[in-house]
Antibody
Framework: QVQLVQSGAEVKKPGASVKVSCKAS????????ISWVRQAPGQGLEWMGW????????NYAQKLQGRVTMTTDTSTSTAYMELRSLRSDDTAVYYC???????????????WGQGTTVTVSS | QSVLTQPPSVSAAPGQKVTISCSGS????????VSWYQQLPGTAPKLLIY???KRPSGIPDRFSGSKSGTSATLGITGLQTGDEADYYC????????????FGGGTKLTVL
């Protein structure tokens, strides 16, 4: 079955970096994009950006530009999200999701990972 | 402050119908497809509706979506206690800072 499995929880100090992985299975990895969405405690969903697994093109949320990098490894069907210069307000659950982008149109995010909790604390 | 506006909460009795609105602008809902997500407590979001009104396989026809102009609506009929969750609308925003956007979420309570 189609699924995305994310790496485990992380605890980081302010100023550090975190890299979360998202391993895809059950579909042709390069036929879809992967997006990253985060959710701070008790808050709503925040879109972080997406990467095309076909050509590696990325689109990042403006507020995260310069601190976030999304990459893929097509040999292992794995996507990665690295966030640098962590602050306390980066504490959140981070989700990857299959991103349905076809013909320059966004259709939705149909398969989600289980989430990775990232805690930033001194 | 979310780009898309949803009511913070809605409620209805089991068996009844409820609608959740999502309001945006011409740069997002007005010119892009809307999707809807259900998030049960402590779980990842789940796609309910894509391309404004299409249901993925496995989503019951109790859930429906519609779009008119710069607003979209999620409808749920035959409410069940298991429908208690947070619901989010999402779309693409084609403005200068192009990217995905979500509503602030609506908490559905089934009384």
């Amino acid at each position: 079955q189609v699924q995305l499995v994310q790496s485990g929880a992380e605890v980081k100090k302010p100023g550090a970096s975190v890299k979360v992985s998202c391993k895809a299975s059950g579909y042709t990895f390069t036929s879809y994009g992967i997006s990253w969405v985060r959710q701070a405690p008790g808050q709503g969903l925040e879109w972080m950006g997406w990467i095309s697994a076909y050509n590696g093109n990325t689109n990042y949320a403006q507020k995260l530009q310069g601190r976030v990098t999304m990459t893929t490894d097509t040999s292992t069907s794995t996507a990665y999200m690295e966030l640098r210069s962590l602050r306390s307000d980066d504490t959140a659950v981070y989700y990857c999701a299959r991103f349905l982008w076809f013909g320059e149109l966004f259709y939705g995010m149909d398969v989600w990972g289980q989430g990775t909790t990232v805690t930033v604390s001194s | 402050q979310s780009v898309l506006t949803q009511p913070p909460s809605v409620s209805a009795a089991p068996g009844q119908k409820v609608t959740i609105s999502c309001s945006g602008s011409s740069s997002n809902i007005g010119n892009n497809y809307v999707s809807w997500y259900q998030q049960l407590p402590g779980t990842a979001p789940k796609l309910l509706i894509y391309e404004n009104n299409k249901r993925p396989s496995g989503i019951p026809d109790r859930f429906s979506g519609s779009k008119s102009g710069t607003s979209a609506t999620l409808g749920i009929t035959g409410l069940q206690t298991g429908d208690e969750a947070d619901y989010y609308c999402g779309t693409w925003d084609s403005s200068l800072s192009a990217g995905g956007v979500f509503g602030g979420g609506t908490k559905l309570t089934v009384l």
